[in-house]
């Protein structure tokens, strides 16, 4: 079984810190990787993708991918109250079409 | 906004009845992907359908059926509505064959069965 880990959270931080966002899945051999945000009561909104090794940096977003390791990350740098949302990691894994499987999400608050 | 649209928004159905929920993809992208959001857990795929052909389905049981039009907008069919069947149904447009696999959700379609 193929599978997406996500701490549920809730995630706390401070206006203005950097919030760090944890993923790991279970096949060695995957190639594509997402983050989406879902803000309460709306749909996912993908905001980085990712598929080599190292960091992809996108405005106050960082996503940080390691294969060897089965884990993906995302760094939100200074933090905003508009940041708090549920982040979703989501993975194309190897062999699965283009089937995305998702974690949980963890639930990101940020204190003014 | 991503494009996609979906309708209807909000849907109460009784169980046993059957549902059919709709898709409008993004211009320019051939492939529709369908996913079930159960309340406080992630998406799950339900099927995706390429260039009017089922490309690939997760484990949902036969009464989940669709289509897709020569517009590329979709169709999500659920007979025989159970209770569980209650969450938010997400429509995700892409463009087929990219490598990359981006899918751009729309608002999705919250059903309630009573």
């Known amino acids: 079984q193929k599978e997406v880990e996500q701490n549920s959270g809730p995630l706390s931080v401070p206006e203005g810190a950097i919030a760090s966002l944890n993923c790991t899945y279970s096949d060695r051999v995957s190639q594509s990787f997402f983050w989406y945000r879902q803000y309460s009561g709306k749909s996912p909104e993908l905001i980085m993708s990712?598929?080599?090794?190292g960091d992809k940096e996108d405005g106050r977003f960082t996503a940080q991918l390691n294969k060897a390791s089965q884990y993906v990350s995302l760094l939100i740098r200074d933090s905003q109250p508009s940041d708090s949302a549920t982040y979703l990691c989501a993975v194309n894994f190897y062999n699965a079409g283009n089937m995305l499987t998702f974690g949980g999400g963890t639930r990101l608050m940020v204190k003014p | 906004e991503t494009g996609v649209t979906q309708s209807p928004t909000h849907l109460i159905k009784t169980r046993g009845q059957q549902v059919t929920l709709r898709c409008s993809s993004q211009?320019?992208?051939?492939?529709v992907s369908w996913y079930q959001q159960a309340l406080g857990q992630g998406p799950q795929f339900i099927f995706q359908?390429?260039?009017?052909?089922?490309?690939g389905r997760g484990n949902f049981p036969p009464r989940f059926s669709g289509l897709q039009f020569p517009n590329y907008s979709s169709e999500l069919n659920v007979n025989a509505l159970e209770l569980d069947d209650s969450a938010l149904y997400l429509c995700a447009s892409s463009l087929g064959g990219q490598i990359s696999y981006e899918q751009y959700f729309g608002p999705g379609t919250r059903l309630t069965v009573t």
């Open positions: 990712i598929y080599s090794n």
């Open positions: 359908y390429y260039r009017e052909e089922e490309n």
């Open positions: 211009s320019g992208h051939n492939t």
